[in-house]
């Protein structure tokens, strides 16, 4: 009987991360075809465009592949390390102020307007403020990579924590809890799925602000890397980054699907199995 209660258990386990893992691989393989699709459909394009073939080489199979790995590899590390730091600084202050202009909406009603209007402002168009004011270091990077994160994690988490059950937050007020314990105990947890969407969504978001902030401010990582490698026509180089970009961004979506049915099989199992 406990044999079969761990099988079961881990099939619960095992459901969700295949869940994720198929669309992945489809995902890629749609990516290749795509690719191979663009190419023959613009044929003008010429030496400039790369195959995934070419790209294979270049990276794995060529005379200079060793070489070529560390160059990419050694940048793509960089703009990990500022897409991590300004995801989890842009979801952290997305989490806080949604709680705040929730908890008191008198605030939100103040501010919520100023913050979609910076919203619609685009980030080149204040980079160079924020390259001012924080630098042309990792803070300035990372300052670029929360805001991209930042603005739809906030609106997106609002939505979560506002579509609390309205019966169980006054059951928690009924018996002397404060309106904060409420939010804690009943609207984070139903806003469950709304963070785990605005953390989908984000993760492509902060590689994009960390790509942003290198080109125009700190000029490390993959970001300035292809900017260098353009007019040095190193195409190669070019095709390679984005492709590995874009595996990166489709890596991390699916990898924070599955730890979101993980989490949500935990704490919300209806959820979990949608």
Wanted: glycine share 10%.
């Amino acid at each position: 009987m406990r044999a079969g209660t761990g099988v079961t258990r881990t099939v619960n386990v095992l459901r969700p991360i295949g869940r994720f893992l198929l669309p992945l691989l489809v995902s890629l393989i749609l990516l290749v075809a795509l690719w191979y699709g663009f190419l023959k459909l613009y044929p003008q394009v010429g030496l400039v465009g790369k195959s995934p073939g070419e790209v294979w080489h270049y990276l794995v199979t060529g005379p200079t592949s060793d070489t070529a790995r560390r160059a990419i590899f050694g940048e793509l590390r960089i703009t990990l390390r500022d897409a991590v730091i300004g995801f989890g600084f842009g979801m952290s202050a997305a989490l806080a102020v949604a709680a705040l202009f929730v908890g008191v909406p008198a605030v939100a009603q103040a501010f919520m307007p100023v913050a979609m209007l910076l919203r619609s402002v685009p980030l080149v168009a204040i980079t160079p403020i924020i390259v001012l004011v924080f630098g042309r270091g990792v803070l300035g990077v990372t300052v670029m990579a929360a805001i991209v994160v930042f603005f739809p994690a906030l609106v997106m988490i609002m939505t979560g924590l506002r579509s609390a059950p309205r019966q169980a937050t006054e059951l928690v007020v009924a018996y002397g809890g404060s309106h904060w314990t409420a939010l804690r105990m009943v609207a984070l947890p139903a806003a469950l799925p709304s963070v785990f969407a605005a953390a989908r969504i984000s993760v492509p978001g902060a590689l994009i602000g960390a790509l942003l902030g290198e080109w125009l401010g700190s000029g490390t990582g993959l970001g300035a890397g292809l900017i260098r490698a353009i007019p040095t026509f190193q195409y190669n180089r070019l095709w390679a980054s984005i492709a590995l970009v874009t595996v990166v961004s489709v890596v991390a979506y699916a990898v924070v699907g599955v730890l979101e049915n993980l989490v949500l099989a935990r704490f919300s199992p209806r959820a979990g199995r949608d």
